[in-house]
């Protein structure tokens, strides 16, 4: 059983950060936690793709704690002889990192281009290191630049030298690659992932500082975007406008305010998308102009920088990005470049990992998304326009999650995205006030409230809101799913769903739950959302709706119907309400686990439950909590999520015919992401 994957570098660079991320993301979904390594780092700075790892997958451990020496120390140590002593020191450090983790990613020493053999990067080095931690390798050939020729070559002679040296092989990998490439056969899988630009590409916050630059004018939206290419202004304005690219920095002599001006009014007309402006010689454009180009309101940053414009586009030439916990963008587009390319399924199958029996925060987390793509659907987002949506429709893009429809103007949309330097790629973009399915959508709206008095002519304007529009298409087949509610009202989310999806027939209610992502496991909550006082048939099927949410989301459901007594040792109207609930739950569903009236800490906490109900095969180990009303369910989620630092994804709809969810008008883009993630999970559950 393989507890311990290596990467190794076939020469240097080759982009291990995105091998090393997917190979996470894998482990990450089978296990309660990954450990992370280096067998050598630097010196001076923390390594960049420990602190990405220890990040993104929450290792607890010091970064120190995760290297085996730095560069210094080991040549060092090489150049007097003592190399065993330094594989000794590395392996004992690794071995007290490997104690505390179910399963490792190792990053192996990246390659000295002299190709000395006395030197500890080379590949001996590293595959000694390999078969001494017992991790299976996985060589990642660097193909920037390179022939498919020369790249398979390669990766050929990287699988032999390692068998030679006595290593396992678990992959080959070749990353940057062509567009065509495809790699050898091999006796184990090759890979072949393409160039992504938007992963190597540095961004402008990164070539300021590489250069030194102050900025003029920008945020921080401003200098997140990517720079694909430069572009050197000096010629007059008509050649300039010729030569602009999309995604380039222009880089101009601080006083050409013409040129400044002219770059600024095409990107905001849509004629160019810019990664934002570097004047150059230390000159500070005239007043007048900066006033023009910060009226234009293009959301660029303007950078000055002291260098002619030679010096500044050789030193910006030599700026290479990375992913990186500061930039959770490239992470995420080099996630996708991964997941699109490797069949993760086989390798995950490989690597031979025993699967947790208990759903951890990032398990349930990173399992949504792989779960989504897996049977991809279609979803509409009413809010089209709104920042944080089109910052998670860039994301789920690029990682394959969904095929998104996004509603509103497209003038808007579009401006949107090149404000804030987003790509949402073929995302579907349609107007609901101009849409050709308007007539008919209003036609059906006005069929199925007709017992309502509503007329074709009201339905027209009334399917014309977001909201009504995309939950008519959800019904209608154009997506099988809704996600909305950023900028609007849960009643404004629900509300139609309820008019026009309608509940599951047999079912009493619709309602919700939320995942409660807590440090060492996931917990769900129902209803906190939806139904201010249910009475104890809803109360019954509020709880089989969320046992059945659980489960379809790996969450085993042992389900605890609240109260303020427990058992028997209280009386009343609430309790009797959850005690007549919790019968109909056992008379419904008889192999359902479930427990009630209960209180919450003999719910989840062991030693109490050993006091109060020591018979009970739910109390002390519940995962699924109902409420007796939203009061309750409402303080306590929020209690819980403030106090405890919980994550609470929701509320998830369960009921309805078709998947729509509500947002927070709080929620963040990561929020957004897992939402949408759930609702693809649903509709692919759900009857076409």
Known sequence: MARSVYLTGVGSGGGKSTIALGLAELLSRQVERIGAFRPLVPAAAPDPILALLADRYRIARPLDELGGATYPEAAALVGEGRREELVSRIVQRYRAVERRCPAMVVVGSDFDDTGDPGNPRELAFNARLAVEFGSVVVPVVDGFGQQPAAIASTARGAYHDLVDLGATVLAVIANRVSDAMTLPELPVPTYAIPEVPTVSAPTVAEVAAALGATVLAGDDAALDRDVLDYVVGAAHVPALLDHLTDGCLMITPGDRDDLLVAASAAHVAGQVSLAGLVLTLGERPDPRAMRLVERLNTGLAVLSVPTDSYHTISAANRIEGRPSTANPRKVEAALGAFEAHVDTVDLARRLEVTRSARVTPLMFEYDLIDRARAQRRRLVLPEGAEERILRAAEILRRRGVADLTLLGRHDDIARRTRELGIDIGDAELVDPATSDLRDDFAAEYARLRAHRGMTVELAHDVVARPNYFGTMMVRLGHADGMVSGATHTTAATIRP???????????????????????????????????????ADQ??????????????????????????????????????????????????????????????????????????????????????????????????????????????????????????????????????????????????????
Request: aromatic share 6%; glycine share 8%.
């Open 497 to 535: 769903a309820f008019e026009i999806i309608r509940t599951v027939p047999g079912l009493s209610v619709a309602s919700s739950v939320f995942f409660m992502l807590l440090a060492d496991r996931v917990l769900v909550y129902g209803d906190c959302a939806v139904n201010p006082d249910p009475d």
């Open 539 to 688: 109360l019954a099927d509020i709880a089989i709706s969320s046992a059945d949410t659980a489960a379809r989301f790996g969450v085993e459901p042992r389900v605890a119907m609240l109260s303020y007594s427990t058992g028997s040792s209280g009386a009343g109207a609430d309790v009797e309400k959850v005690a007549a609930a919790t019968a109909l739950v056992r008379e419904r569903r008889p192999e359902l686990l479930v427990e009630g009236p209960i209180q919450y800490d003999a719910a989840i906490d062991p030693s109490v439950a050993a006091t109060k109900l020591p018979e009970s095969t739910v109390a002390g180990r519940a995962t699924v909590f109902v409420f007796p009303d939203l009061n309750t369910g409402n303080n306590t989620y929020k209690a819980v999520q403030r106090s405890a630092g919980a994550v609470a994804v929701g509320p998830v709809m369960q009921g309805l015919r078709r998947p729509v969810n509500d947002l927070s008008r709080g929620a963040t883009v990561a929020d957004i992401v897992n939402t949408v993630a759930i609702t693809a999970i649903q509709a692919a559950g759900e009857p076409s």
